[in-house]
Nanobody, 131 residues
Framework: QVQLVESGGGLVQPGGSLRLACATS????????IGWFRQAPGKEREGISC????????SYADSVKGRFTISRDVAKNTVYLQMNSLKPEDTAIYYC????????????????????????WGQGTQVTVSS
């Protein structure tokens, strides 16, 4: 049974940093790409980052490129999202998700309706950026 559990969200001031963690079980990083998407209040979901299976190549949406870094610890079955220079518009619920195969452009795009381009995802963790 595949499970993904996010942690590390919270309240942070603009310009601050947070590190989210996604603890996974029931899957192998050799076969699953792991990504993060978010949903801000009143907005559609947005894919923001992905780390590929096997070689760990990373990719980012323009909205977070240069500020966020995705990484993974294979021994701990955990994927991280380091978020720096946070802005109020980063306020959202952040979800980690798993998709068998490679990272694709669809993983870094707005998500229309319930058409989430992943096989599995967690319950989410709230990130609030406010002074």
């Amino acid at each position: 049974q595949v499970q993904l559990v996010e942690s590390g969200g919270g309240l942070v001031q603009p310009g601050g940093s947070l590190r989210l963690a996604c603890a996974t079980s029931g899957l192998s990083f050799d076969y699953y790409a792991i990504g993060w998407f978010r949903q801000a209040p009143g907005k559609e979901r947005e894919g923001i980052s992905c780390i590929a299976s096997f070689d760990g190549e990373t990719s980012y949406a323009d909205s977070v490129k240069g500020r966020f870094t995705i990484s993974r610890d294979v021994a701990k079955n955990t994927v991280y999202l380091q978020m720096n220079s946070l802005k109020p518009e980063d306020t959202a619920i952040y979800y980690c998700a798993a998709d068998r195969g490679r990272c694709l452009p669809v993983h870094l795009a707005p998500i229309v309706g319930d058409d989430i381009p992943y096989d599995y995802w967690g319950q989410g963790t709230q990130v609030t950026v406010s002074s």
